[in-house]
């Protein structure tokens, strides 16, 4: 067809109004999936609004309308943010918040209202304060270390036997403090940190029944002596400690809960608590320096 009868036809259909409309919704983005506030606290709900655009009409990330949610009360609450274009495409992005009792810096286990995992047999699965086991979940799986009677998950085993075969090539001194736990024993742990040392105290340091990792068999206490206070702050200094933060991640372990994270996993550092996670999965949080928590509600 000749230039002049396509230029005709265009005409003819602007003209009649054929033209292609606006389908398209705006892209809206939101900066987090998942927040922590603190009960009673006021949010500025335009923090997290990343960007609101639109192939059409441009930048709509001032025309952001969201929902309000109630923070008088602890639990898992979701702001529904909204945009929509001048051709009335909408998009629609939420963002899930959980209202918690904060104690110090660290969330209260007591009162907060956590989420039931799914895939506990997963060996990358998220538990922490807001995400608890199933209940009457136990791996089927579970070894005897390779130094003493402690037991992990056969795959975790398998990478703690390589870890610590390398450690001890190195010189350095390693020893199993504790692995898994039965949950009975975990509620045991808790209730008897809240007898001698406090509740608060428990809060730092110890987890709450069905939210603890060493419930999955996936997770090791480590220590460069049998003597004394095993697990303090001095296994950072250690070679062993070095040795954690330097090669964990080759074997599928990462540093749990570092010093700079506490905020985020909820828990005080500890430089000897080490999970497995897989090479792959370890090798990202190293590379990028983030935790479990920021891995999955990034």
Known sequence: ????????????????????????????????????????????????????????????????????????SVGKKVIHYYVEDQSGNQSQQDLTVDVVEYVGDLINPITAQADTVENPEDVTVLV??????????????????????????????????????????QGIDIYTISAYREPETQQLYWDNSV????????IQYNAYPRRSEHELGLS????????????????????LGRFIVSDGYKYGFILRYPQDKVRVTGYSYEPWHIRYVGVELATKLHNENITLEEYYEG
Request: with cysteine; proline share 3%.
């Open 128 to 169: 922490n304060k807001l995400h608890e086991i199933p209940e009457g979940w136990k791996p089927d799986d579970l070894e005897k270390v390779i130094d003493c009677s402690q037991q992990l998950r056969k795959e975790a085993n398998e990478a703690y036997t390589r870890f610590y075969q390398a450690a001890k090539a």
């Open 220 to 239: 090791v206490d480590i220590s460069y002596t049998t003597q004394g206070d095993r697990l303090s702050e001095k296994v950072a200094d250690s070679p």
């Open 195 to 202: 007898k001698v040392f406090g509740e608060e105290h428990a």
């Open 1 to 72: 067809m000749k230039k002049w009868k396509m230029s005709i036809i265009a005409a003819l259909l602007l003209l009649t109004g054929c033209q292609t409309s606006d389908q398209q919704a705006p892209v809206l983005t939101l900066s987090k999936s998942r927040v922590q506030v603190a009960l009673n606290e006021k949010i500025d709900y335009s923090t997290y609004i990343l960007k609101a655009v639109d192939d059409v009409d441009g930048d709509l990330t001032d025309q952001v309308t969201h929902s309000e949610i109630d923070t008088t």
